[in-house]
């Protein structure tokens, strides 16, 4: 009996030191970002950079499915800055198991979600730390202020970071109805703005949308699929986070992730049945595959 009591104890919860990166003094939306000021970013590996990712807990890494569904080995790099140079801050993580949701969909990128179980744990740093994760009744209103972060194709010298409004399901669904109708699920969260200009590119897939709560920072979505790079009126689409918390729950073992209920005043803006945004003209094809990665 001792022997059991010892082992529940020893499972414990990253709420109390989630989403509270201890160097992010400032914050300038689609600037290099400073060191250590987004702990949680993980960055993908088979021999290149190819996909971003959060960490989650010491020893599970959240992406996205589309990013691990092909390469066999895989690096997590953790405390990474700089694509090419000097890392010091840096440490590195084999993959011991990848764990695909089981109702991904390819074809139309719903349930774009993965986990990662890295050989051995990583100790807590001030440039290595857990994200928090949105809970399954949080609330992400049209409008609210985003943050994305990973190294695309705008140069590999430093992590940049990106601001981005949160846009409504509804307005999501209008915007890419010309494209595929039905491509814009109850999984998904968009971000972005209507003028386009920043956002996310190729090399992101995976990485995560934060949101700030009070002294917390919060993940809402993980970073999916998008028509072209920070396209007018064409939102980046991200798998959401919420709706996703018992499976990633019952998928790990061990420290499990904190998650967090983030509420967000305004409207959703889901009830409109009508598209007043004009329709986009596009010749891309989502089913293949508009992967950011």
């Known amino acids: 009996n001792l022997l059991i009591v010892s082992c529940k104890e020893m499972i414990l919860y990253e709420t109390e030191l989630c989403g509270q ?5 400032r914050i300038v939306g689609g600037e290099d970002a400073p060191p250590g000021s987004w ?16 960490l989650i807990t010491d020893q599970w890494v959240l992406t996205a499915a589309h990013c691990v569904k092909g390469p066999a080995y895989l690096t997590v790099y953790l405390g990474r800055e700089v694509q090419s140079g000097s890392n010091p801050n840096e440490v590195s993580r084999t993959v011991s198991r990848i764990i695909i949701h089981p109702d991904y969909n390819s074809p139309v990128f719903n349930n774009d979600i993965a986990l990662l179980k890295m050989s051995e744990p990583v100790k807590f740093t001030s440039y290595i730390s857990p994200i928090c994760l949105a809970a399954f009744n949080s609330t992400f209103h049209s409008g609210l202020d985003s943050w994305v972060t990973g190294w695309g194709n705008i140069g590999f010298e430093a992590e940049p970071e990106q601001t981005g409004l949160v846009v409504g399901s509804s307005q999501c669904k209008c915007d890419y109805r010309a494209i ?16 386009g200009g920043k956002g996310t590119c190729q090399g992101d897939s995976g990485g995560p949308l934060v949101s700030k709560q009070g002294d917390r920072w919060i993940q809402a979505g993980i970073v999916s699929f998008a028509a072209g790079c920070s396209e007018p ?16 729950k019952s998928q790990i073992n061990g420290n499990q992730p904190g998650f967090l209920t983030y509420v967000s005043n305004g409207t959703e803006d889901v009830h409109n049945s009508s598209c ?18």
């Open 21 to 25: 990166p201890a160097l992010n003094t």
């Open 39 to 54: 702990p949680w970013q993980v960055s993908l590996h088979d021999y290149n950079h190819f996909c971003g990712g959060s």
């Open 180 to 195: 595929n109708e039905d491509v814009i699920t109850d999984n998904m969260i968009c971000a972005g703005f209507r003028e």
């Open 233 to 248: 009126n064409l939102p980046t689409v991200y798998a959401r986070v919420s709706q996703f918390e018992n499976w990633i």
């Open 276 to 293: 007043e945004s004009p329709v986009v003209t596009s010749t891309i094809n989502i089913s293949e595959g508009q992967y950011l990665s």
